[in-house]
């Protein structure tokens, strides 16, 4: 009977720990929706932008974004179960989306716009997404 009530209680603690993860990792969500902002700006500038100060401006400011991502996801003590996966698939989505925006905005759509404008929004759509079932998730 002791060996029971020691075993509904371990049970009981990976309850409230399962718990107070999903609680806390509700910081992932606004990592994914800096992430999506970020790309309302960067897209445009990639796609639009001409010359290698064009490029030295955009390295800059992509190296800033993703090393404040970095640090911040760094300082975060929890990480709910199948976050890998999901980061995996959200960015995985993410690049395949980027590297079709950039190649057809520079090279079949010659720097347009409109064009410019739809690439950051579908490229926005993924870290979005992601921040949007990650705040479903953790409620």
Do not use: D
Not at 44 to 63: D, K, Q
Not at 76 to 82: E, F, K, N, T, Y
């Amino acid at each position: 009977m002791e060996e029971t009530a020691k075993a509904v209680g371990a049970l009981g603690r990976a309850v409230a720990l399962e718990r107070v993860a999903r609680q806390r990792s509700g910081w992932y969500a606004r990592y994914l929706w800096a992430f999506a902002a970020g790309q309302l700006v960067l897209v445009p500038m990639a796609v639009l932008w001409r010359g290698p100060v064009s490029g030295v401006v955009f390295g800059v400011t992509n190296a800033l974004l993703v090393s404040g991502l970095s640090v911040y996801a760094a300082r975060q003590r929890v990480i709910r179960r199948g976050f890998g996966v999901k980061h995996g698939v959200t960015i995985g989505s993410w690049a395949v989306v980027f590297a079709l925006a950039i190649t057809l905005g520079t090279s079949v759509f010659g720097h347009g716009v409109a064009f410019a404008a739809v690439a950051a929004v579908a490229c926005a759509a993924a870290p979005a997404v992601g921040a949007w079932t990650e705040t479903r998730g953790a409620a």
